[in-house]
């Protein structure tokens, strides 16, 4: 039985208080007056700085004005300046709730591509992976609460906050814009909130049922509880495919509600799946150097690293493929989404497909690096890091514009969600034995070789 070290568990909670106290500091300091705007945009067209030549185009003179003040013209200017002043305001404001937001959904999509991956193993029947079972298990504990913060950040940002992260839920925006009313009959709070309740609901049922015929199985004399969680797992699989499409098109796509891509729900999922096959493996080695994890060796970590590195694979074609279609086709609703990234966000958009594709094919591609606990360590928190990013890829532009930055806000929200994450993942693991016992293919596991 693992026992939670205070150790690891002091260090998951200063990560929790620290992660707050950025994110206090994030949203009190995100709150911006005209005039501090104002001033900000004349300091940046002065300096040239990253936001200097669109300050200078839209930051006209109040004295320019007052030359012709009665002029449609200079009306027309000043108009376009307030405007735009109150748009970088609103930008401004968006950012701690984005950083909150990609933070949330980052960790809480870790936990749901790991229940995806359990599920798959147990419905294929899989004779290699049962030794961890438990520490998959452990990792989705973290579903419940993780998907349930992303549901109510998500409507707190179109209800307590100033629809900080998705547009379609401010009316004044619905009423002038055509197209997402056309959406409406989708893209709306209830439907939203209805919906991501379904989702974590059949998630959240399928993880409990799942674990308690494991532990039930442990004891039992027959392999009945093994043929129930077939069952399910099998059914679990099904309503999967269409509530994590579903859910990466409202919690991800409708951010930008005037684009939508075909192959987004895949994307999604790549990054999702690659990400929970990487943090099996971190969690993995880490319980097995201090002891507890002896009847795994280097083959079951050999190949979750093949995993990772075919999926690492999965993801740079669905990447380029949705791309290259849009970039190819070049319609002007589509390509907006990409111009955007590549005109604010170049350095992110491109260097994120460096750390998830040309690094772990680099580090991963010899079969006896994939042996070595310390090279998979390494190229795991790569490739982390890089879907990270991904998924700020996927916020930010339509929350913040060209106003992002890795800060305070970013790295407080990682902080915060990562020492939850740890905080709830270990005391999962506390809860059974770390070993499956009655499991038909455990002693299959135990002998695996490769």
């Given amino acids: 039985m693992y026992t939670f070290s205070n150790k690891l568990k002091t260090f998951s909670i ?17 709150h911006k007056s005209f005039e501090e705007v104002e001033t900000l945009l004349a300091e940046e067209a002065h300096h040239g700085g990253g936001h200097g030549e669109e300050a200078a185009h839209a930051a006209p003179s109040h004295d320019a004005h007052a030359a012709d003040a009665h002029g449609e013209e200079a009306h027309a200017e000043v108009d376009e300046h307030v405007k735009h002043i109150e748009h970088v305001q609103h930008q401004i404001a968006n950012r701690p709730w984005a950083a909150l937001y990609v933070a949330a959904f980052f960790f809480m999509m870790i936990a749901l591509g790991v229940l995806a991956f359990y599920a798959i193993q147990i419905a294929s029947q899989a004779g290699w992976s049962p030794v961890l079972f ?6 989705t504990a973290y579903l419940l609460p993780g998907a349930v913060i992303v549901l109510l950040i998500a409507l707190a940002s179109g209800t307590i906050g100033h629809y900080n992260l998705f547009i379609w839920m401010d009316p004044d925006v619905v009423a002038h814009d055509k197209l997402i009313q056309g959406k409406s009959g989708w893209l709306n709070i209830t439907g939203f909130a209805i919906r991501g309740i379904i989702f974590i609901a059949g998630w959240v049922l399928y993880r409990h049922f799942s674990r308690k015929f494991s532990i039930a199985q442990d004891t039992a004399e027959d392999k009945s509880n093994f043929k129930k969680s077939f069952r399910i797992s099998a059914a679990f699989l099904v309503f999967f495919i269409y509530t994590e499409s579903m859910m990466s098109w409202d919690w991800i796509m409708s951010v930008d509600p005037h684009w939508f891509s075909t192959l987004f729900g895949w994307y999604v999922f790549a990054s999702m799946f690659v990400s929970g096959i990487t943090v099996i493996a971190l969690i993995a080695i880490y319980l097995k150097s201090r002891g507890y994890l002896d009847f795994v060796n280097e083959n079951h970590i050999h190949d979750v690293a093949k995993f990772m590195f075919a999926m690492s694979i999965f993801w740079t074609y669905l990447w380029f493929s949705q791309f290259m279609l849009i970039w190819y086709s070049n319609i ?5 989404y990409f ?35 310390w090279f998979v360590v390494m190229t795991g928190l790569v490739i982390l890091f890089g ?23 970013e790295i407080s929200s990682i902080l915060l969600f990562a020492g939850l994450f740890i905080f709830v993942v270990f005391t999962a693991l506390t809860k059974a034995p770390l070993l499956v016992k009655g499991y038909p293919f455990r002693k299959e596991s135990e002998d695996f070789h490769y």
Avoid: C, Q
């Avoid at 200063?14 to 995100?30: A, K, P």
């Fill in 332 to 336: 002007p609703e589509e390509v907006t």
């Fill in 14 to 30: 200063i990560l929790m208080v620290l992660g707050l106290l950025g994110v206090g500091y994030g949203f009190m300091t995100s």
């Fill in 387 to 409: 879907h990270y990013i991904d998924i700020f890829n996927m916020i930010m532009p339509a929350t913040v514009g060209d106003r992002w930055f890795i800060g305070v806000p």
């Fill in 134 to 139: 438990r520490v998959m298990e452990g990792i």
């Fill in 339 to 373: 111009i955007s990234r590549f005109n604010d966000y170049k350095l992110p958009f491109l260097g994120m497909v460096v750390l998830n594709f040309v690094f772990p094919i680099l580090m991963l591609m010899n079969a006896d690096y994939k042996r070595i606990p």
